[in-house]
Nanobody, 115 residues
Framework: QVQVVESGGGLVQPGGSLRLSCAASGSIVGIYAMDWYRQASGKQRELVASVTIHGTREYGDSVKGRFTISGDGANNTMFMQMNKLEPEDTAVYSC?????????WGQGPQVTVSS
């Protein structure tokens, strides 16, 4: 059984920072990429950032320059540092783990940016 567990969400004021973590455990092999998605209320889910086992990183246009994704392949863990948060960043953030055999999702922490 595979588990994907995220942490680090919460309430922050505009301009503040949060750090999200995602850890995959269990019978999972061959992870080649991990991603963060987010879905705001009433909106479609969007890709926020991705990191591959080769260190390739990609970001959505709305978070470039503010968010930084990193991965720890040895521990099947991913992090995302979110700086200069804006109210538009408010959403449920979900971790996706891509392996050669399957794709796994976490439940997703809520991130709320509000004064």
């Amino acid at each position: 059984q595979v588990q994907v567990v995220e942490s680090g969400g919460g309430l922050v004021q505009p301009g503040g920072s949060l750090r999200l973590s995602c850890a995959a455990s269990g019978s999972i092999v061959g992870i080649y990429a991990m991603d963060w998605y987010r879905q705001a209320s009433g909106k479609q889910r969007e890709l926020v950032a991705s990191v591959t086992i080769h260190g390739t990183r990609e970001y959505g246009d709305s978070v470039k320059g503010r968010f930084t994704i990193s991965g720890d392949g040895a521990n099947n863990t991913m992090f995302m540092q979110m700086n200069k948060l804006e109210p538009e960043d408010t959403a449920v953030y979900s971790c996706r783990v891509r392996s050669y055999s399957s794709t796994y999702w976490g439940q997703g922490p809520q991130v709320t940016v509000s004064s």
